[in-house]
């Protein structure tokens, strides 16, 4: 296990507790260096949305259990966001609710000429998702795909 994943599995648990006890969902965890500095952040969720007060809740109580376990040895910046409206699909959850729904699908490389893909939901396994687009079904592997999110409209 990378140090990465190290800190991001940690704060995972750390985390979990407190989505219960707010009853909130955790989307993801990552620990990113983005101009410089590190950022160890957590995406959290709830029916009907997060708001401000939601993060700026679970920040505070996270701070404090962070401060005690002090298990991160580099200075780095902790932030509670909401996933937004581009919320990738990342876990087994994500799928599940996503099905039926359409979606995006950016790949690493062109296929048939193309790197952007919009269908329909309509299977995946560990390895795959599969998207019906008109007439054809398209899938696609996990490892080729650089982002996979909710297509919406505006």
């Known amino acids: 296990m990378t140090k990465r994943e190290n800190y991001e599995s940690r704060t995972e648990a750390l985390l979990l507790p407190l989505m219960d006890e ?23 969720d709830k029916e009907g949305g997060i708001t401000v007060n939601d993060c700026e809740a679970v920040s505070r109580r996270m701070n404090d259990l962070l ?33 039926g729904k359409e979606i995006e699908i950016r790949t690493y490389r062109a296929i048939d000429r193309k790197k952007e893909f919009y269908g329909i939901l309509t299977g995946y396994t560990e390895n795959t998702v599969t998207v019906s687009s008109g007439k054809e079904e398209i899938t696609f592997a996990k490892k080729d795909i650089a982002l996979i999110r909710l297509a919406f409209d505006f």
């Open 67 to 99: 401060d005690e376990e002090d298990f991160i040895d580099e200075s780095y910046i902790f932030e509670v966001s909401s996933p937004g409206l581009g919320r990738p699909l990342k876990k087994k959850k994500d799928y599940v609710r996503s099905m």
């Open 22 to 44: 707010f009853g909130f969902e955790l989307v993801d965890v990552e620990f990113v260096k983005e101009g410089g500095s590190l950022y160890l952040r957590a995406y959290i």
